[in-house]
Every structure is written in C-alpha cells, then in structure tokens.
C-alpha cells in the first residue's frame, strides 16, 4: 500500500512538473528556504520557538520562490542548452565551472540584496549588508574551515561544514544522473544546510 501510495504521489509530481517545471520548483524552493531559516535560528542561533521570527521565515521563504527558484530553475535549463560538447566529461565539467564560478556570486548578491529590500532597508544600508555579508558568504562557498572538535556535530553540519565537502561531488553528480527536471530538487534538498548558513550570515550582517 504504501509503495503504491509514493508511486502514485511521485506519477502525479511528474506529470505537474513536466508541465509547469518553473512552478513547481518555485515552490519547493520556497519551502526548502524556509526550511533552512528554521534550522538556523533553531539549531544554530537555538533561539528557540518563542523567540522564533517569523517574519524572517517568510522572508527566505519568499526569495526562495520568487527569485531562487525561477533563476535557478532557468538557469539549469540555460547551461543544459548553451554548454554542447561530443566529450560528455569536458560538457560535465563546463557546466559545474559556470555553476560555481558565474552562477554562485551572482545569486550571492542577490540574495544579500532581495533580503536587504525586504527588511526595508536603504540603499546604503544595502550596501552596507554587501559589503559585511557578500564576502563571508562567497569564501565559504568554496572554503571548508576547520572547526573545533568540541563543536556539537548538529551545528558543523548546519555551518554548512559537510555541505562544502560534499558540494562539488553533488554538482557533479547531479549534473551527470539527475534529470534536467529534477536537478533543482537535488540541489535544494542537499541545499538545507546553505541556505540556513545564509540565513545566520545575512542575520548578523
């Protein structure tokens, strides 16, 4: 029954994507955004749910599904098209070379920004936020740090620690096994802990 119930549930989720592929991804990308805010301000900053801001949620979350997800989504589909070679390793390479190197500071910035406008800020103080958060976020996108061993296993993982050592080789894969259709979704599942990086990131800058 259940494996019938996750057949007929993934057969439906298939035929809405491959209909409207931007919509649906916009949404995940939504929930997942959210998702990650969640985790940083519950199991990084332990905030706890009393002193959980809300307001903050709904700001990733509406990033997630009104820029993340439509760019991304786009963007996966530009580089499928653009980057064409017969040698399938050299194409495989290109596309996580952009990926990484065109694409991430891109969306770094805006996601500075977007959270900028969102909380109201000036121009100024946007730029203020560039100038203490871009950088942070761009080095660790690249840069695994070492951190000490007394540190809880929970919050390594959620400082985005594991999601850096195991990026490029998701990329990689994803790039190669995963469907053009299904590539955003690998990306924002494995994602989780990036985006709630971003989130503590973006809070104290």
Request: hydrophobic residues 45%; glycine residues 6%.
């Amino acid at each position: 029954l259940f494996l019938s119930l996750s057949f007929l549930m993934f057969t439906a989720y298939h035929r809405v994507l491959t209909k409207r592929p931007i919509l649906v991804q916009s949404v995940s990308t939504a929930v997942l955004f959210g998702a990650g805010d969640v985790i940083a301000q519950q199991l990084i900053e332990k905030q706890g749910w009393g002193q959980h801001d809300l307001k903050r949620t709904l700001r990733m979350s509406t990033f997630g599904g009104i820029f993340a997800g439509p760019a991304l989504s786009t963007w996966y589909r530009l580089i499928d098209r653009k980057v064409t070679t017969t040698n399938r390793v050299q194409g495989l390479m290109a596309k996580v070379v952009l990926d990484q190197f065109v694409f991430a500071p891109f969306f770094i910035a805006a996601f500075f920004t977007g959270q900028g406008l969102f909380e109201g800020k000036s121009i100024n103080e946007i730029k203020e936020k560039l100038s203490s958060g871009y950088t942070t976020a761009l080095i660790g996108n690249y840069k695994v740090r070492k951190k000490k061993k007394k540190k809880k296993r929970v919050k390594i993982y959620f400082n985005n620690i594991y999601i850096k050592k195991i990026w490029p080789a998701v990329q990689i894969a994803n790039f190669y096994f995963t469907p053009l259709n299904y590539r955003l979704m690998v990306t924002n599942v494995v994602a989780l802990g990036w985006n709630a990086y971003l989130s503590t990131v973006n809070q104290r800058s």
